[in-house]
């Protein structure tokens, strides 16, 4: 089966450490990005990548970071720097240039830090 | 940039149909999506509408756009329980698909 998958679905941080969230798809899309989620917000974009090897910063990316090292990876690091990491986070690809082809979405992972 | 919004709850009976509501600001808006979120999931797509189109109908949904008034709208019909979930109004306007995401209406179908 085709399809973004993500984990762990729930994940639980100390104040002060990094984390690392997991997103793999097989639907051989170029595009990946990283959405985070609070209650009553829409989608906020924190990185996306077009290609492998390259990404940019969405519109809140202070405090995390991400690889894209192979087309169907796209790791999110949450940083200690990030001041309200608590969060539901989304995944999602999309075949570079065909805007048509939308955003394929992965079932989440929710960041607790406590 | 893309400003997206949506108002944040819609209670409906099982049956009756729902209408959903969503405005953007940016008219060079190409593509208009609608996602469903069930709780704890991920977004699903349902429906999708080019910026040349007026309407499209799918089964049991009904997208309407007012590219005028940048008014995009969803209607479903027959709703049923299964239908309660946070519904995503989002805008596309680059070749690539980055998206602006409204905060989601809430829909509650009651028996």
């Known amino acids: 089966d085709g399809g973004i998958t993500q984990s762990p679905k729930y994940l639980f941080r100390k104040e002060g450490q990094n984390v690392t969230l997991s997103c793999e798809q097989n639907?051989?899309?170029?595009?990946m990005y990283w959405y985070r989620q609070d209650p009553g917000q829409g989608l906020r974009l924190i990185y996306y990548s077009q290609i492998v090897n390259d990404f940019q910063k969405g519109d809140i990316a202070e405090g995390y970071s991400v690889s894209r090292e192979k087309k169907e990876s796209f790791p999110l690091t949450v940083t200690s720097a990030q001041k309200n990491p608590t969060a539901f986070y989304l995944c999602a690809s999309s075949t570079w240039g065909a805007t048509t082809d939308t955003q394929y979405f992965g079932p989440g992972t929710r960041l607790t830090v406590l | 940039g893309e400003d997206v919004e949506q108002s944040l709850f819609l209670s409906v009976r099982e049956g009756d149909s729902s209408v959903i509501n969503c405005t953007y600001t940016d008219s060079s808006s190409t593509y208009l999506y609608w996602y469903k979120q069930e709780p704890g999931a991920g977004l699903q797509l349902l429906t999708y509408i080019f910026s040349n189109m007026d309407m499209k109908q799918d089964q049991r949904l009904t997208v309407l756009l007012n590219k005028k008034d940048k008014h995009l709208s969803l209607r479903i019909a027959d709703t049923q329980t299964g239908d309660s979930a946070i519904y995503f109004c989002?805008?596309?306007?680059?070749?690539?698909?980055?998206?602006?995401f409204g905060a989601g209406t809430q829909v509650v179908v009651t028996p």
């Open positions: 989002a805008a596309s306007t680059d070749s690539w698909g980055k998206f602006q």
């Open positions: 639907l051989n899309h170029d595009a």
